[in-house]
């Protein structure tokens, strides 16, 4: 990358996309998309592993092919003898990979360099710290922090690599039981991956009918879409270094292609938001917390 440049991250799938629709979509980032970092994994519900296993393992060779940098993520609440075992495997090869749950750091080798991803909940410069000291080199932040915290986090780690959740639908919360499953009447054990049907999340809304979350399996999501679209002169100020996009079923293209000029300095803040709210996000934009205000709030480019 050419110095001082923002780079462009694709953060792991969050959703139960069929095979077909997976091999598809990496494909295209790998052959037209100008993504410079890849995180691959399964990082919401370790049952669904198996099924893009092999998709995903494809993927990874032809990124790597097409010159993406490609990042494993580890599962973010490993809940099973299986869960746990994949997310040993995956933190004690040599390759760089993304933690989401602590408890891989107990199989890292020491000093081996790591992503902190942002279900981490690393929130304050004291826990940033300690993960540097164990090998962590980027550090993509928890998505309810302001600049104004990322600041504070990067001047107390200098060297540390900030990226920021800059797109998709902000993951709040994973839980032990799945939304999904009892909505259909089933349990999480024989949930037949009833999450497929909701490619982009399932929406909730409150009692008076009000979009509200959405949810994924066992994960929690906002209902309205992140569009990190402060001024690039205030984001580099906070320290970021990365903007992560998060896979969607929308244009993606578009997506992509907005952030990349945005990040190039060819787009303002306004035009960047005009362009993903053309590519059909699911929910409507929000960037609250960057700005230190409720998550669900849209305050425009500042």
């Known amino acids: 990358m050419r110095d001082n440049q923002v780079e462009l991250t694709l953060g792991p799938l969050l959703f139960n996309w069929s095979p077909q629709r997976t091999a598809d979509f990496y494909a295209f980032v790998a052959d037209e998309a100008e993504i410079d970092r890849v995180y691959l994994g399964e990082v919401v519900c370790g049952k669904r592993a198996p099924l893009l296993a092999g998709v995903l393992a494809d993927a990874a060779e032809r990124l790597a092919r097409a010159?993406?940098?490609?990042?494993?993520?580890?599962?973010?609440?490993p809940a099973t003898p299986r869960d746990r075992r994949g997310v040993r495997a995956l933190a004690a090869g040599p390759g760089l990979v993304e933690i989401n749950d602590i408890?891989?750091?107990?199989?890292?080798?020491?000093?081996?360099?790591?992503?902190?991803?942002?279900?981490?909940?690393?929130?304050?410069?004291?826990?940033?710290?300690e993960l540097v000291q164990r090998g962590c080199v980027r550090l993509c932040a928890n998505v309810e922090l302001p600049l104004s915290a990322l600041a504070i986090l990067s001047d107390s780690c200098p060297g540390l690599e900030i990226e920021?959740?800059?797109?998709?639908?902000?993951?709040?919360?994973?839980?032990?039981?799945?939304?999904?499953?009892?909505?259909?009447?089933?349990?999480?054990?024989?949930?037949?991956?009833?999450?497929?049907?909701?490619?982009?999340?399932?929406?909730?809304?409150?009692?008076?009918?009000?979009?509200f979350l959405a949810v994924n399996g066992v994960q929690t999501l906002s209902h309205g879409v992140q569009v990190a679209d402060s001024r690039l002169e205030d984001l580099r100020d906070a320290g970021v270094t990365a903007l992560r996009l998060s896979p969607?079923?929308?244009?993606?293209?578009?997506?992509?292609?907005?952030?990349?000029?945005?990040?190039d300095g060819r787009f303002a803040p306004d035009d960047l938001a005009a362009a993903v709210q053309a590519a059909d996000p699911p929910g409507p934009l929000v960037n609250g917390y960057l700005h230190g205000l409720a998550g669900v709030q849209w305050s425009g480019g500042h």
């Open 248 to 263: 969607h079923t929308g244009d993606m293209a578009k997506v992509i292609a907005s952030f990349r000029a945005f990040a």
């Open 103 to 129: 408890s891989a750091l107990l199989h890292r080798p020491a000093g081996a360099p790591f992503v902190a991803g942002p279900l981490l909940n690393i929130y304050n410069e004291g826990a940033a710290h």
């Open 67 to 77: 010159g993406k940098a490609v990042v494993w993520s580890t599962l973010a609440l």
């Open 164 to 211: 920021l959740f800059a797109f998709g639908r902000l993951p709040l919360a994973l839980s032990g039981r799945c939304y999904h499953a009892r909505t259909h009447g089933l349990h999480k054990d024989s949930c037949q991956f009833v999450c497929d049907r909701d490619p982009d999340g399932m929406s909730v809304r409150t009692l008076e009918g009000q979009p």
